[in-house]
């Protein structure tokens, strides 16, 4: 069992930078992998970063690969989302999700942050 705790969200102008973290208890075990995600209203969850909780694998959507930087501090049992350049567009609640790795589906998701970017 994996707990998923986000924070770091709220209300900023676009252009501006905030910090997701995703801090994580129980099994973070290296064979597992983190991801975040986000969803708007009306609209299915979409990926947006990935990594393994032991490093490597990194993958990012298109849309954000030179403005978001996924990172994990293993110490702290904490994911990291770092968004810059933030555009209204990537207002939406943003959800942090683990699976191990070798299955498909996310399996341990955590309650989600709020992202507001204001034009």
């Known amino acids: 069992q994996v707990q998923l705790v986000e924070s770091g969200g709220g209300l900023v102008q676009a252009g501006g930078s905030l910090r997701l973290s995703c801090a994580a208890s129980?099994?973070?075990?290296?064979?597992?992998?983190v991801a975040w995600f986000r969803q708007t209203p009306g609209k299915e969850r979409e990926f947006v970063a990935a990594t393994n909780w032991g490093g490597g694998s990194t993958i990012r959507k298109d849309s954000v690969k030179d403005r978001f930087t996924i990172s994990i501090n293993n110490a702290k049992n904490t994911v990291y989302l770092q968004m810059n350049n933030l555009k209204p567009e990537d207002t939406a609640v943003y959800y942090c999700?683990?699976?191990?790795?070798?299955?498909?589906?996310?399996?341990?998701w955590g309650q989600g942050t709020q992202v507001t970017v204001s034009s």
């Open positions: 129980g099994r973070t075990a290296r064979d597992y992998r």
């Open positions: 999700a683990s699976r191990t790795v070798g299955t498909v589906e996310y399996a341990y």
